[in-house]
């Protein structure tokens, strides 16, 4: 019945949208009074770390899923805090690229391991078989909406 399959939807919607929340702000507290930062300020530096090199403001606000005014907000506090550094374009004065200091990539290789310690302890109570289960769910979930796309 599709009011039955569309209830059962909805409450599984609820249920993962409730336990993404509650792990996050778990995940804010934690850094907040263990490392005195934020999420945001992780998020970046956690993309400037994957990227591995400079990247420009705009590119940094995609990988981010956030406006350029919000990504320039949290690189101004990093950088105020010497944790990263802006350089203009050679070729493009409208382009700021940013990166990691030695300091940045120090205080993130801290920050990564002990918010990954952090995830372990969240979900420490879960058996292997459900993580693989719940793994392979979103994957499929989310290759269906890129198709889609």
Not at 10 to 18: D, E, H, P, S, Y
Not at 58 to 71: D, F, H, P, Y
Not at 118 to 126: K, P, T
């Amino acid at each position: 019945d599709d009011s039955d399959r569309s209830r059962r939807e909805l409450k599984l919607w609820l249920r993962m949208l409730l336990t993404t929340r509650a792990a996050e702000a778990e995940l804010r507290e934690f850094l907040r009074v263990s490392h005195g930062t934020t999420l945001p300020r992780f998020d970046v530096m956690a993309a400037l770390w994957r990227r591995g090199e400079a990247i420009s403001m705009s590119e940094l606000s995609r990988m981010l899923l956030v406006s350029n005014g919000n990504a320039t907000a949290v690189v101004d506090r990093l950088e105020k805090d010497g944790l990263v550094k802006r350089s203009p374009s050679e070729t493009d004065r409208r382009t700021v690229y940013v990166a990691l200091t030695e300091a940045g990539k120090m205080t993130f290789a801290t920050l990564a391991r002990d918010h990954a310690d952090e995830v372990s302890r969240i979900m420490q109570d879960l058996p292997d078989e459900d993580l693989d289960t719940m793994s392979a769910i979103l994957k499929r979930m989310g290759e269906r909406r890129n198709a889609a796309k």
